[in-house]
């Protein structure tokens, strides 16, 4: 009888030690699922609140067209003018090439790339062009590296346009806020 109560006691003292250990642990995997639940979350919002659209290379044109500057030619200026009648350098006059087709200046001596090419510069086709001429129209031979900033080929573009007798019309973008005030 004796042996029988030790042997009971330690199998209680046992499984309620194991039963305790159990417990604990899933107690803890608990916690540590509504933390992991908490960082996803966060993440995931602040990688929502970073995706805000930028400007449009047409919203550029359109804000830079308010107000040309001269000064964006200056890296251009090497290579063309753009005055009516003005001669060709190393590049073609570009008085009136919004617009006009590509390598359509009378007097001047294209690549066969740019020759040959066809259409006409539109905004699209000279923000393309400016970004990389040589990606933009391989075999041309406009050595230039090209503007890596959108703004700055906005800039040129605007300008450029205003160097003609009728201006090619500006492409249609939503109005910007400050245009109410004048
Ligand atoms: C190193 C000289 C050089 C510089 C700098 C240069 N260009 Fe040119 N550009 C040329 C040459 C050469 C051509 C003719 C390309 C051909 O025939 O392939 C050309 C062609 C062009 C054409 C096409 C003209 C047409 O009649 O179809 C445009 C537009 C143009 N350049 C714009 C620019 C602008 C804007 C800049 C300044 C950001 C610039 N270029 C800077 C040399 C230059």
Same mark, same amino acid.
């Given at each position: 009888?004796?042996w ?6 330690? /199998?209680? =003292?046992?499984l309620?030690? @194991?039963?305790?250990?159990? @417990?604990? $642990?899933? /107690?803890?995997? =608990?916690?540590?699922?509504? /933390? ?5 979350e966060?993440?995931? $919002? %602040? $990688?929502?609140? @970073? ?22 030619f200056?890296?251009?200026?090497a ?15 570009? +008085? ?5 087709? #590509? ?25 393309? +062009? ?6 933009? /129209?391989?075999? %041309?031979? @406009?050595?230039?590296a =090209? ?5 700055e ?8 346009? %205003? ?6 019309? #500006? ?12």
């Amino acid at each position: 009888m004796e042996w029988n109560k030790i042997i009971a006691a330690i /199998l209680v =003292g046992l499984l309620l030690f @194991m039963g305790v250990t159990l @417990m604990s $642990e899933s /107690l803890f995997e =608990g916690e540590e699922e509504v /933390l992991l639940g908490a960082g996803e979350e966060a993440a995931s $919002e %602040t $990688e929502e609140v @970073m995706v805000a659209a930028g400007p449009t290379f047409n919203d550029l044109l359109v804000q830079a067209a308010a107000n040309p500057s001269a000064g964006s030619f200056n890296k251009c200026k090497a290579c063309h003018t753009t005055d009516q009648g003005g001669g060709h350098r190393l590049g073609p006059n570009l +008085f009136e090439v919004v617009g006009s087709t #590509l390598g359509s200046k009378e007097g001047y001596s294209y690549s066969s790339a740019m020759a040959s090419k066809g259409g006409a510069w539109s905004y699209e086709a000279l923000n393309a +062009f400016l970004e990389s001429p040589v990606s933009a /129209l391989p075999g %041309t031979k @406009m050595t230039f590296a =090209g503007i890596r900033k959108v703004e700055e080929r906005a800039a040129i573009i605007a300008y450029l346009r %205003t160097q003609s007798s009728s201006p090619l019309e #500006l492409p249609e973008v939503a109005a910007p806020a400050e245009e109410a005030g004048g």
